[in-house]
């Protein structure tokens, strides 16, 4: 029993003497050293910091939220790798280096808002409320282009140029044309060659269309018919004689076969090319039109199909050619 107490007694005297040892130990190292993270970035040492918590949140509302106007997010391929250290206590920290080299790997993505019409992008601005705003403004003018407006939200690595709301609904404000249906007067010829002598064009001229002459230029019906007509199925297309702009388009007409049309000054849907040297060819009766007002057509470029509208009495092509809005004969230049 005697020998157990010295055991316990001696047993314990040793455990108080490593708890103090140690005690001093872990002192006299918290004394010179403290816990740190070292961090390091794609593999290499950066530097070290106190708090990796703080550090990492910064990073995390950095990419969340950039720190510049308009940016969406930032993208950040390489994230610090932290690991627990003993360190001097005279070992400085660097979270703000760090902080500036992480973030040096980052690419911006801006938002902002593009005004598109017909789905191509035309403006840009900062805010939905600014692109709403432009929309409103462009529907309260009645701008041609009211219809075709939409938004589109923008994620893109570079930030396009901004407009204010005033300069957009200027910049995009088309004006709403009334189409008119143009007057017999408007749209016959000044005046007709009647001498049968030929007058020089400067440019060469090929058949608009095959077929048969059916009505020659002249005097008609006791009228002057200005051109000729060609007779050729329903549907057969249309070329440009020469080439040049599509300056007159007339669309709509629907009267077939009655001699009484008006529209287009009985032309029905026709079309008039302007070549140069004061030249003109003007293509009549068509059933439909190909080409656009202001549109550049080359040589043999189909641009219509032979029909009978307007004052027609069956499917034809009327063709005129014009010189300084004088009305020549066809026949000298084809057919």
Same mark, same amino acid.
């Given at each position: 029993?005697?020998?157990?107490?010295? $055991?316990?007694? #001696?047993? #314990?005297?040793? #455990?108080?003497?490593?708890?103090?040892?140690?005690?001093?130990?872990?002192?006299?190292?918290?004394?010179?050293?403290?816990? *740190?993270?070292?961090? #390091?970035?794609?593999?290499?040492?950066?530097?070290?910091?106190?708090?990796?918590?703080?550090?990492?949140?910064?990073?995390?509302?950095?990419?969340?939220?950039?720190?510049?106007?308009? *940016?969406?997010?930032?993208? &950040?391929?390489?994230?610090?790798?932290?690991?627990?250290?003993?360190?001097? +206590?005279?070992?400085?920290?660097?979270?703000?280096?760090?902080?500036?080299?992480?973030?040096?790997?980052?690419?911006?993505?801006?938002?902002?808002?593009?005004?598109?019409?017909?789905?191509?992008?035309?403006?840009?601005?900062?805010?939905?409320?600014?692109?709403?705003?432009?929309?409103?403004?462009?529907?309260? +003018?009645? =701008?041609?282009?009211?219809?075709?407006?939409?938004?589109?939200?923008?994620?893109?690595?570079?930030?396009?140029?901004?407009?204010?709301?005033?300069?957009?609904?200027?910049?995009?404000? @088309?004006?709403?044309?009334?189409?008119?249906?143009?007057? =017999?007067?408007?749209?016959?010829?000044?005046? @007709?060659?009647?001498?049968?002598?030929?007058?020089?064009?400067?440019?060469?001229?090929?058949?608009?269309?095959?077929?048969?002459?059916?009505? %020659?230029?002249?005097?008609?019906?006791?009228?002057?018919?200005?051109?000729?007509? *060609?007779?050729?199925?329903?549907?057969?297309?249309?070329?440009?004689?020469?080439?040049?702009?599509?300056?007159?388009?007339?669309?709509?007409?629907?009267?077939?076969?009655?001699?009484?049309?008006?529209?287009?000054?009985?032309?029905?849907?026709?079309?008039?090319?302007?070549?140069?040297?004061?030249?003109?060819?003007?293509?009549?009766?068509?059933?439909? &039109?190909?080409?656009?007002?202001?549109?550049?057509?080359?040589?043999?470029?189909?641009?219509?199909?032979?029909?009978?509208?307007?004052?027609?009495?069956?499917? $034809?092509?009327?063709?005129?050619? %014009?010189?300084?809005?004088?009305?020549?004969?066809?026949?000298?230049?084809?057919?």
């Amino acid at each position: 029993m005697k020998k157990a107490i010295v $055991h316990i007694r #001696t047993w #314990t005297k040793f #455990t108080i003497l490593i708890t103090l040892t140690a005690f001093f130990m872990i002192g006299a190292i918290s004394y010179i050293y403290k816990p *740190i993270y070292s961090v #390091t970035l794609k593999g290499e040492l950066v530097g070290y910091s106190e708090n990796k918590s703080k550090l990492q949140q910064r990073i995390n509302e950095y990419i969340e939220n950039g720190n510049g106007e308009n *940016i969406a997010f930032v993208e &950040i391929n390489e994230l610090p790798e932290y690991k627990l250290c003993f360190l001097k +206590k005279n070992v400085p920290t660097n979270d703000e280096e760090i902080f500036t080299k992480v973030i040096a790997e980052g690419k911006n993505y801006y938002k902002y808002y593009a005004i598109a019409v017909s789905n191509e992008e035309k403006a840009y601005v900062s805010t939905f409320e600014e692109a709403q705003q432009v929309i409103d403004g462009l529907k309260n +003018k009645n =701008s041609n282009n009211k219809d075709n407006l939409s938004i589109v939200e923008k994620y893109e690595t570079e930030l396009k140029e901004f407009s204010n709301v005033e300069k957009c609904v200027a910049d995009l404000y @088309v004006k709403k044309v009334v189409k008119k249906v143009t007057s =017999s007067y408007a749209v016959a010829a000044k005046g @007709v060659n009647t001498s049968g002598k030929k007058v020089e064009l400067g440019i060469s001229l090929i058949r608009p269309v095959s077929g048969t002459v059916t009505s %020659r230029f002249g005097s008609r019906w006791g009228r002057s018919h200005k051109g000729i007509d *060609i007779g050729a199925p329903r549907g057969s297309g249309i070329k440009a004689a020469a080439g040049g702009t599509v300056t007159t388009v007339q669309t709509g007409c629907t009267h077939n076969y009655n001699g009484s049309c008006s529209c287009g000054g009985g032309y029905g849907n026709y079309l008039i090319i302007t070549h140069g040297n004061g030249v003109q060819t003007l293509y009549g009766h068509c059933t439909s &039109i190909l080409v656009k007002t202001g549109q550049k057509v080359s040589q043999g470029q189909s641009i219509a199909t032979v029909g009978s509208t307007g004052n027609s009495f069956g499917n $034809h092509l009327h063709l005129e050619i %014009r010189v300084g809005g004088i009305a020549q004969n066809p026949q000298n230049y084809l057919y």
